[in-house]
């Protein structure tokens, strides 16, 4: 069990996720602290990407604006940096593969490590291809978290099979974004997951109330949210870290 499984174990975990360097360095240090304060388990920050595929309008748009205010990947070491100035919290880093590709994964990799980051969520990594990474991942105890989605059919018992630290579920088709409505077959969905894995459950995708999460976090072992946080810094300027609490608060305490 690597570390990130073992922070499932008897309780549901919470994940929220922010982008970084969205709006400024500054914010994201600030807004990863309060998460940190505010009942979340595990933090997943995402390196801003030209061209994120699996990201909605709400995550676009802020990697936009950590782009306009220079964000780099140096950078977003930086703020990781800061942040374990004051908090270890576990955390792992959302990133397209070309990122950690361009930097080197041998060097990414041990400039995670050295900055205690478990796991990477790699959204565009496919099952084939996870060997190109994995085994300097493993060198540095770093987990690579696969997705499951509604259509992964007959590759969940491979992709589950192979999985550590925790498995994404996507809870439903398309890309990110807040919604009402999710894949119907959520529970079928991790209960064929946990035919193959003792590896921990996360749904993401969707989620932005504290009455979803609570739904959610009946199926699996914790919940992601991502662009209702996301939202909050876009679109609430000086209200916003109030309101980043208030729904953090409100979520780690209705999911146990």
Do not use: W
Not at 2 to 19: E, H, M, Q
Not at 151 to 160: L, N, Q, V, W, Y
């Amino acid at each position: 069990m690597s570390n990130l499984s073992g922070i499932f174990k008897n309780k549901k975990v919470f994940i929220p996720f922010v982008v970084a360097n969205d709006p400024d360095f500054e914010t994201t240090v600030t807004n990863i602290l309060t998460l940190a304060d505010s009942g979340a388990d595990i933090i997943e920050l995402g390196i801003p990407f030209s061209d994120p595929v699996a990201d909605g309008p709400v995550i676009q748009a802020a990697d936009l604006r950590a782009f306009k205010s220079g964000v780099t990947t140096e950078r977003v070491f930086e703020i990781i940096e800061t942040v374990r100035k004051h908090t270890n919290i576990p955390m792992v880093i959302l990133t397209y593969l070309n990122i950690p590709f361009k930097y080197g994964f041998d060097n990414f990799l041990s400039r995670c490590a050295s900055l205690n980051i478990s796991g990477l969520v790699i959204p565009d990594l496919p099952l084939e291809s996870r060997d190109d990474i994995v085994p300097t991942a493993t060198k540095y105890d770093i987990d690579i978290i696969p997705l499951i989605t509604p259509t992964s059919g007959h590759r969940i018992k491979k992709i589950a099979e192979v999985a550590s630290g925790f498995i994404y579920v996507v809870s439903s088709l398309g890309i990110t974004g807040q919604r009402d409505n999710f894949y119907d077959g959520l529970e079928n969905l991790v209960s064929e997951i946990r035919k193959y894995t003792d590896t921990p459950t996360a749904i993401g995708f969707g989620i932005h109330t504290p009455e979803q999460a609570a739904e959610m976090a009946k199926i699996a072992d914790g919940i992601i949210i991502g662009s209702a946080f996301v939202d909050i810094i876009g679109s609430q300027g000086s209200t916003s870290l109030s309101k980043i609490k208030k729904l953090a608060n409100n979520v780690a305490a209705v999911i146990n």
